[in-house]
């Protein structure tokens, strides 16, 4: 073999060796770039992840700030609708007893309501001697009824006539000046009491509407506002 087919077959495995070194080469720079590839995708889908998780939780931050404010407005709209209800119920009653206060203008009925409640009153307490007491304007219209009010009462208890000791020193308070007064007033009627005072039995008239109007409070709220859920 001569010097030109050594430099032949050097030069062949020179161009064997570059090809394997090329091949080797790109293999290696497209398997890098796969790498490359997967690793930017990898990082790209945890970013994603981590944008998708941050919106998320905004999300529910939004809509639990959402359903809280939603809470807070249809609260306040019960209170109002409440709070209507009872200025007008309380309104009712307001007219009740403005009305209340033209019942002792009529003398004769009002003489028959004195007697009705003085009956009443004997009724539930079952003594044989009571206190009354009135408003200081009603002692006359209470003194002509005392001897009737003791008749009826003793015929439906079967009993005695009872002993009346009307109070001239302690009055009921007076009917109000005028409509929007504070002070204490009584629209009219009588308390009576055991002799002893461990026994009271309170029969005016303002007594008399407040029962009432607690005992039919669930009938004027439905008839005003319809069937209320409990």
């Known amino acids: 073999m001569n010097d030109s087919d050594v430099a032949k077959q050097i030069q062949q495995m020179v161009r064997f060796i570059r090809q394997e070194a090329d091949e080797k080469a790109s293999e290696i720079s497209v398997s890098a770039e796969e790498e490359f590839n997967i690793e930017k995708l990898q990082l790209v889908e945890a970013e994603k992840k981590k944008i998708r998780q941050e919106y998320e939780r905004k999300e529910k ?4 700030r959402k ?9 306040a709209s019960r209170i109002k609708v409440l709070q209507a209800q009872d200025d007008l119920v309380n309104s009712m009653k307001d007219n009740a007893v403005k009305e209340l206060l033209r019942v002792s203008h009529n003398h004769h009925e009002y003489k028959n309501l004195l007697k009705e409640l003085v009956v009443q009153g004997l009724l539930r307490l079952k003594e044989p001697a009571v206190l009354l007491r009135c408003r200081k304007e009603d002692h006359h219209h209470v003194e002509s009824i005392l001897h009737s009010a003791k008749h009826e009462y003793s015929s439906k208890a079967e009993v005695h006539h009872p002993e009346i000791l009307v109070d001239h020193d302690v009055y009921l308070p007076p009917s109000p000046r005028h409509h929007d007064s504070h002070e204490m007033f009584c629209s009219g009627g009588v308390v009576l009491a055991s002799r002893d005072g461990k026994i009271v039995c309170e029969n005016t008239v303002d007594a008399r509407l407040e029962v009432v109007f ?10 005003l506002f319809g069937q209320v859920a409990a």
Not at 67 to 75: G, H, R, T
């Open 61 to 64: 931050q939004v809509e639990i």
């Open 67 to 75: 359903k809280i404010e939603y809470s807070m407005q249809l609260n």
């Open 214 to 223: 607690r005992k039919k409070l669930p009938e004027i709220r439905k008839l």
